[in-house]
Structure formats: structure tokens, C-alpha cells
């Protein structure tokens, strides 16, 4: 019979031997790989993160980066299942897009890909299902309209490099205003002494 205890943040820091604060920093870091309920202070841990937990303190303690423990834990335990994946299984198909990351930038890909195929059924002429079209909108017109906005993007991103190399100089400006105030205060202070 599985166990159905749920955990405190507390309750892993005893059974682990490990401080609190290190769990709420592993908390933050690796929450994709923990199965967990609730939010904020309620938030409790299912017995498998507990072990998830372990493997995080064993890999962080054999030297291993962030990113090289959160590769090693995307291969012992699987992370999140997309919607489209069900279907496509439920459906006999394969897998729509590969391996997926967790989270919003997960959504984001899987979302991206269905868009993206099923536009590319429209302007191809051949949509992937039966009776489904665009009323009143032609390829030509689509077209025209991706590259207006493939101009207007170049133009934001010329702007955006303009914008972050401002601000750059601005940094160094101010790091420029700040050693020359502290020299000034420092001399000031020591003038009267």
C-alpha cells in the first residue's frame, strides 16, 4: 500500500539531516522535479520528493552544477506529461514534439508546435483535419502580414540593442559617479581629522 503521508519542508530537513534553509533554496531551484501540494508555507511534499531530495543532496555533493544535477533528476524521474502528449497516445500517434521541459516555457513549445502545424496545414492548402479552414482570410494576405511584423521585429530589436547599450553606458556612468563620491566623502573625512 503506498504511503500517503505528506511532508513539511521541517519533516525532509530532519529525516535528511539537512538545514532547513538548504531545502527552501533546493526548493526553489529544483521544484519541477518535486511532487508536492499547496503553496507557500503549506505546501507539503509527497514521499517521493523525499528521495528526489536525496538524489539533489548526493549530486550538489559530488560537485555537480545546478543545471548538471536538474539533467541527471530529468532522467531518473519524469517531470511533467503534456496534454498533447495524452492525446497524441490516446489518438495511436507518436509524439508530437520530442522531449519537453516543465513549466510555462513547456506549454510555450507544445502550444508553438500544434500552432505551428496546423498553420502550416492552412497556408498549405491541406489542413490536418476535414472541414476546418480560415473563413475570409487568404495565404497571400498572411503572408504579407507575417512580413510586416518580421519588419517591425527587426526595427524593435534595433532599437532593443540601441536601448542595452545605453543602458550600459549608464551602468558605467554611475559606477564612475559612485568612486568618485567615495574619494570625495573620503576626503572630506579625512580633512578633518
Known amino acids: 500500500m503506498p504511503e500517503n503521508r505528506l511532508y513539511s519542508i521541517a519533516a525532509v530537513a530532519r529525516l535528511l539531516d539537512v538545514p532547513e534553509s538548504t531545502l527552501h533554496y533546493w526548493k526553489n531551484r529544483f521544484h519541477a522535479f518535486l511532487?508536492?501540494?499547496?503553496?507557500g508555507r503549506g505546501r507539503r511534499f509527497r514521499p517521493e520528493a523525499v528521495e528526489v531530495f536525496r538524489d539533489i543532496a548526493t549530486g550538489l555533493g559530488r560537485g555537480l552544477s545546478v543545471d548538471e544535477v536538474k539533467a541527471e533528476l530529468a532522467e531518473r524521474f519524469p517531470v511533467a506529461v503534456s496534454t498533447s502528449r495524452v492525446a497524441a497516445k490516446a489518438r495511436g500517434q507518436a509524439d508530437p514534439g520530442g522531449p519537453v521541459g516543465t513549466g510555462i516555457e513547456a506549454a510555450a513549445a507544445v502550444f508553438g508546435r500544434e500552432m505551428a502545424r496546423v498553420l502550416a496545414g492552412f497556408l498549405g492548402g491541406s489542413p490536418d483535419r476535414a472541414g476546418v479552414s480560415l473563413p475570409g482570410i487568404d495565404a497571400a494576405s498572411l503572408s504579407a502580414e507575417v512580413e510586416?511584423?518580421?519588419?517591425?521585429?527587426?526595427a524593435l530589436e534595433a532599437k532593443l540593442a540601441t536601448l542595452e547599450s545605453e543602458l550600459l553606458r549608464l551602468r558605467k556612468d554611475g559606477r564612475e559617479l559612485e568612486k568618485y563620491l567615495v574619494e570625495k566623502i573620503r576626503a572630506a573625512l579625512a580633512s578633518r581629522a
Open 148 to 154: 510586416a511584423l518580421r519588419g517591425k521585429n527587426q
Open 35 to 39: 511532487p508536492s501540494l499547496g503553496e
